[in-house]
């Protein structure tokens, strides 16, 4: 199957400073990616639909401002987390869909513990 | 995108297939069932899916109904490494949201 990386894979960060996530698709590439937040216990909630050279699509309640994407290639998606705060602790997982499939390919997902 | 349905939870003996159902009688006719599964602090794992026939591969099978309102996955010689949470969904295609519910809890037994 088609392999979508994330990096890093676990990040502790301070109150109020900035974070980075990146999600690549390695072995194809992927005109649309997805970006997801679980929180322990809870199950995959999607966050935004991000589209290569256009802006993402945010889901009802979730920042864009807060949360910044960009979708600068086929390859690659990145998720900034501003300013976090201990709240926005949680298991940040990217999807990716490969071209002419139907099947969206998940990376191995990002821990993000603010504190 | 239509709801499923599962169980909360079911084991299974090792070596022994797992059959896990699921619900999705609102279905629409141009909707696909995506089977994931998803392992301890890991990302989702695609398993399988599927439109109106049977599909099988390596992994497993999928038997959808055909009336299309269930599905089971099929997991023909379970291990321990397939002790899982397993996500039935159902969706459009891949560039269509996919909506997680809480899914099945399997346990596998030794």
């Known amino acids: 199957g088609a392999v979508v990386s994330q990096h890093p894979s676990r990040v502790i960060c301070k109150s109020g400073t900035s974070v980075k996530i990146e999600c690549r698709s390695l072995?194809?590439?992927?005109?649309?990616m997805f970006w997801y937040r679980q929180f322990p216990k809870q199950s995959l909630m999607l966050m935004a639909t991000s589209n290569e050279g256009s802006k993402a699509t945010y889901e009802q309640g979730v920042e864009k401002d807060k949360f910044l994407i960009n979708h600068a290639s086929l390859t690659l998606s990145t998720l900034t987390v501003t300013s976090a705060h201990p709240e926005d602790s949680s298991f940040y997982i990217c999807?990716?869909?490969?071209?002419?499939?139907?099947?969206?390919?998940f990376g191995p997902g990002t821990r993000l513990l603010v504190l | 995108d239509a709801k499923t349905t599962q169980p909360p939870s079911m084991d299974c003996a090792e070596g022994r297939a797992a059959n896990l159902p699921c619900n999705h009688s609102?279905?629409?006719?141009?909707?696909?069932v995506y089977w994931y599964r998803q392992i301890h602090s890991q990302g989702p794992q695609y398993i399988i899916h599927g439109l109106k026939n049977n599909e099988t591969n390596e992994m497993a099978s999928l038997i959808i109904t055909e009336d299309r309102k269930s599905s089971t996955l099929i997991l023909p010689h379970a291990t321990l490494r397939d002790t899982a949470v397993y996500y039935c969904i159902v969706a459009t295609g891949a560039n269509s949201k996919l909506t997680f519910g809480k899914g099945i809890t399997l346990s596998v037994r030794p």
């Open positions: 999807s990716a869909r490969a071209l002419q499939k139907e099947t969206q390919y």
């Open positions: 072995d194809f590439q992927a005109t649309t």
């Open positions: 609102t279905i629409s006719g141009n909707e696909y």
